[in-house]
Nanobody, 123 residues
Framework: QVQLVESGGGLVQPGGSLRLSCAAS????????MGWYRQAPGKERELVAD???????NYADSVKGRFTISRDNAKNTVYLQMNSLKPEDTAVYYCNADLRVWIGVSLMRKNYWGQGTQVTVSS
């Protein structure tokens, strides 16, 4: 059973920093890509950043230069370092993983979501 466990959200003042972590576990053969999405109240979920197995990264324009995504392959963990946070960054942040997993004796490609972690930027 694959699990994505997120941590690191919270309340921070504008201009502050937070670091989100997402650890994947359970029957994983390999990771194709991992990323972070966010959803603010009344808005659709949007991609924040993702990173492929080849360490190619992709960022939303709104976070370029402020956020950095990285991964620790040995720990199946992805991080999102968020600096210079703005009130408009306030949202629930969700980890996403594109994995190859063992289901029984079959190796399958599947997509998973974490439970979400709240990030609030406010003075």
């Amino acid at each position: 059973q694959v699990q994505l466990v997120e941590s690191g959200g919270g309340l921070v003042q504008p201009g502050g920093s937070l670091r989100l972590s997402c650890a994947a576990s359970g029957g994983i053969s390999s990771i194709n890509a991992m990323g972070w999405y966010r959803q603010a109240p009344g808005k659709e979920r949007e991609l924040v950043a993702d990173i492929t197995s080849g360490d190619r990264t992709n960022y939303a324009d709104s976070v370029k230069g402020r956020f950095t995504i990285s991964r620790d392959n040995a720990k199946n963990t992805v991080y999102l370092q968020m600096n210079s946070l703005k009130p408009e960054d306030t949202a629930v942040y969700y980890c996403n993983a594109d994995l190859r997993v063992w289901i029984g004796v079959s190796l399958m490609r599947k997509n998973y979501w974490g439970q979400g972690t709240q990030v609030t930027v406010s003075s």
